[in-house]
């Protein structure tokens, strides 16, 4: 099947699942905002959707692995926190309020960096392309744009995101024009250098299309968001040590859980749909569930149940697709 005949379906849903993973399951955003038309318009064309679809179709085109997808996706990290959110700069709001002060350089929030570019390569970029190939495998590993339509894409899609930043971004209103700048050149420069990390990632572990599924896939994605995220968020929030060293623990436990990924010559693609369905279970759970508990945020409370729900049926889905409980060997 040529890109030209892919058809517009894994197109759409990865347009929709992307942020709905991202703001919707981490109890960001309330489902109900998420809905109304301008903002599920704007997330899922603008902020989500294009730019992507747009690093997906360069990932498959060049052969990238999913250490390469997940590197793309701090680009998109980028592009989302430094260009539309704008949490990278003291002081507009953070994401976060733990990260709010913590680690400043130039006005840029070098923790929070550390901590949210890995979290969009995991959950804004390799999640919903896992999901939606393995929902579509024919078009599973293949172009859905031609080469053309992804570079126009591409050039529009930076180009309205740099616009939006330099006209009516809030770091303009807050910053003289030389941190501005600084800030800009930051993003620009840190994208470049990701582009080309991304190229010399592993192309390994090859995807199969086999049917495989193992409740020890959940469990490893589930121990590793704990790992890396609960480690970060637990050295930000609660042992508040220098930030240097939460900046040198996020650089090595993200890239030895990249190491882990890589090792493995093969994986079969449903494995590997269950590793990150686990990390979003434990993300839902630990995140906003018990936090939700804890502070009596009902919102959060509710958003966590819901998504741990959709992450449970999505695997039990997965394993009654596989038989039960089917294995192949991996590596």
């Known amino acids: 099947m040529t890109s030209q005949r892919t058809g517009w379906k894994p197109i759409l849903a990865l347009m929709v699942l992307a942020p709905l993973l991202a703001e919707v ?18 997330f899922t064309i603008f902020v989500y959707g294009l730019p992507l679809l747009v690093l997906r179709e360069v990932a498959v085109r060049r052969g990238y692995g999913l250490t390469g997808l997940f590197v ?3 680009i998109y990290g980028l592009y989302n926190e430094g260009l539309f959110s704008e949490t990278l700069y003291h002081p507009l709001d953070p994401a976060n309020a733990a990260y709010a002060d913590y680690g400043l ?8 960096a550390s901590f949210i570019l890995p979290w969009h390569g995991l959950f804004s970029m390799v999640t919903p392309v896992l999901v939606v190939e393995l929902l579509f495998p024919k078009q599973a590993g293949r172009p859905w744009l ?3 339509v992804t570079g126009i894409l591409g050039f529009v899609t930076v180009g309205l995101a740099l616009a939006r930043f330099l006209l ?15 800030h800009l050149m930051v993003v620009l420069v840190a994208a470049v250098v990701l582009w080309g990390a991304a190229r010399r990632m592993p192309r390994t572990p090859a995807l199969e299309t086999v049917p495989a599924f193992s409740w020890r896939d959940v469990a490893a994605g589930a121990g590793t968001y704990v790992v890396v995220f609960i480690g970060i968020e637990t050295l930000t929030s609660v042992a508040r040590v220098p930030w240097p060293l939460t900046v040198l623990y996020a650089l090595l436990i993200v890239s030895a859980a990249a190491w882990a990924v890589a090792r493995r010559r ?9 590793f990150v369905l686990g990390c979003g ?6 995140i906003v569930l018990v936090v939700g508990v804890l502070t009596g945020d009902v919102f ?28 192949t060997p991996v590596g």
């Open 105 to 112: 350089v130039a006005g840029l929030r070098v923790p929070w």
């Open 146 to 148: 031609p080469a053309s």
């Open 300 to 327: 959060r409370t509710l958003s966590g149940v819901i998504a741990a729900m959709v992450y449970l049926a999505a695997l039990m889905g997965i394993r009654a697709r596989c038989g039960h409980g089917t294995r």
């Open 72 to 74: 793309l996706g701090f």
């Open 266 to 274: 093969t994986v079969a693609r449903s494995r590997a749909v269950s």
């Open 281 to 286: 279970l434990a993300q839902a759970v630990v």
């Open 168 to 182: 009516e971004g809030e770091d303009r209103s807050v910053q003289d024009g030389g941190t501005l700048a600084v």
């Open 25 to 42: 399951f981490s109890g960001s955003m309330p489902v109900t905002m998420f809905l109304q038309p301008v903002i599920f318009l704007a």
